[in-house]
DNA sequence: GGTCATGCATAAGTCCTCCTTATGCACGCT
DNA sequence: AGCGTGCATAAGGAGGACTTATGCATGACC
């Protein structure tokens, strides 16, 4: 016989019951019966070959085997106990948020404080990608994301519909006469020209244009359209939840009612297995709170 | 949620997994198939709330929280397995044989040199009483009894048959004149004459006695009896196994072939229950080989 | 001395946890 | 491109771990 552990379920028993010195104490303990609590240290005894109790009337005491074991055993269950027990207390600190930077920036960020004086014993930790997230390959616990939000093994609950609108700098509006109506973008540079939700959005006003200039550098992100149209250099699509500050203080404004909805969505999503973990819960119920969408 | 552990079995397949960085290795280990410990380890990592491991190509590698975890789990499940391998080894140490005195005394003490030679790593305690063992409430691995060896709950090993016969020192023999059949048994006094045996060894020599005189002193012990007999004191009933040492030196002889079997005999005997610890299997087959019987 | 309460023991039966089997997928190596 | 390897998963089975019911021994109380 190799030194193979009895099995773990009767050395459980076996702890509770040597410390309490009652089967009976040790059945509520362990949430089982008296009978249960019986046969297992049954079982461990006969897997022993040694009897670890005395049975006496109105007590137990442990047999001087049984005396040499317990405290060894208590010890490595309190080590296990410990080491559990501090490790969700551990795994609830921090919540890994990954999400593209506009996103972060611009709707998360501001919103942290808020969220940090309600959960005090979590810290947000953001990551800002925009590649696919594999949970079961890196340590990230949500990610936000746009798309149509329908990921196999993720549980998905929808922020915010992917909805961009123009936007300019007053400034510059007032400047060039002002932008009363679609047709008076000519008087505008396009920020980001070559992103193809311009296509979409001359198409949304009745002024089809058959292509951009595909030639000019990468699409940049919300944020830096977004900065270079608050400082005067032309119009960017922008999705306007996003900019709600700047809006508010003066240095952006939407022109025109147009809104292109890109029939996607920005998504809170992370595992199933996960669902019931609860510093994601808590995050969950507190971005949809924070929404105005009813938590589920 | 309480502090209540994850379910073992799960962290007994996450500490192998963890220690050996493979679900593959950890299975051959512990002795279950590749899915089951995938398996398992699916299931802590969602009952904690926190993956443990990140699967990577041909490599499986521990999240933070896995190595937060999993030396502690190891520690743990190292003082598991040294208490109990130990725990082994101690109870191997000692043998607690519990028999009457002149069992004792008269066939193992002499032979115990013997067993010890063979048997090196285990001691065997000797325990002397006469009445009945509770195996439940003392630590005693064997007993050695006189009776009929049915007893419930109990295996029991046939030892020796318990027939008596009469014996004396060859010196008062001498000094009466011999003692040549049982009629002259008139020459010699009887040792412990309110034994009951003394009413069937009479019987079987066919002078029947109709009464004994029980207002003497309790029944002795065959060693004390045995003594006396030496010393010149009388006649004495005794089990001839127990006094093979003295019948060689001379010291007791029995003077007639009367025998007189109680139908009942010596028996080891042991729990059920116990029927495979090493110490008593290896103490059961040495007794029965020392008798000259078959082990089973 | 009789009755009752308490705690452990056991048999029989149930159920669900833990596993196996079969198979899929991703990746590195050749 | 094909193959070998290691982890993942679904479906299903079995046996381990438990419950229920009951017995027994003992101490406390009247």
């Known amino acids: 016989m190799t030194d193979a552990l009895p099995p773990l379920a009767a ?32 079982l461990l005894e006969e897997r022993l070959g040694a009897p670890l109790f005395l049975r006496q009337p109105r007590a137990l005491a442990l047999t001087e085997a049984g005396q040499w074991l317990a405290p060894r055993t208590t010890e490595a269950f309190e080590l296990l106990r ?17 999400t593209m930077h506009t996103f972060a920036a611009q709707w998360l960020a501001p919103r942290l404080g808020v969220y940090q004086l309600a959960h005090p014993k979590t810290a947000v930790q953001l990551e800002t990608t925009t590649r696919v997230v594999d949970f079961s390959r890196e340590e990230v616990d949500v990610v936000i994301r746009s798309g149509k939000g329908k990921w196999p093994g993720l549980l998905t609950y929808k922020l915010i519909d992917v909805r961009y609108t123009l936007m300019v700098s007053p400034a510059l509006a007032e400047k060039v006469g002002g932008l009363h109506r679609p047709e008076d973008m000519f008087k505008v540079d396009l920020i980001d020209p070559h992103d193809p939700w311009w296509i979409d959005w001359f198409k949304a006003c009745g002024q089809p244009i058959d292509k951009l200039n595909m030639d000019l550098g990468p699409i940049g992100l919300q944020t830096i359209t977004a900065s270079a149209a608050i400082a005067g ?14 809006i508010r203080d003066g240095r952006l404004y939407q022109p025109f009612d147009v809104m292109v909805d890109t ?15 609860p510093k994601i819960k808590a995050f969950r119920d507190w971005i949809l709170a924070e929404i105005g969408q009813p938590g589920v």
């Open 11 to 42: 050395i459980r028993v076996f702890e509770a019951a040597a410390r309490l010195l009652s089967f009976t104490k040790a059945a509520a303990e362990l949430g089982m019966t008296q009978a249960a609590v019986s046969y297992q240290v049954k």
């Open 82 to 98: 410990d080491a559990y027990s501090r490790f969700g207390e551990r795994e609830q600190a921090t919540l890994v948020v990954n």
């Open 233 to 246: 250099r032309g119009a960017a699509l922008l999705v306007k939840e996003f900019f709600e500050q700047e």
């Open 263 to 277: 029939e996607t969505a920005y998504w809170l999503a992370f595992p199933e297995g996960r669902r019931n973990v």
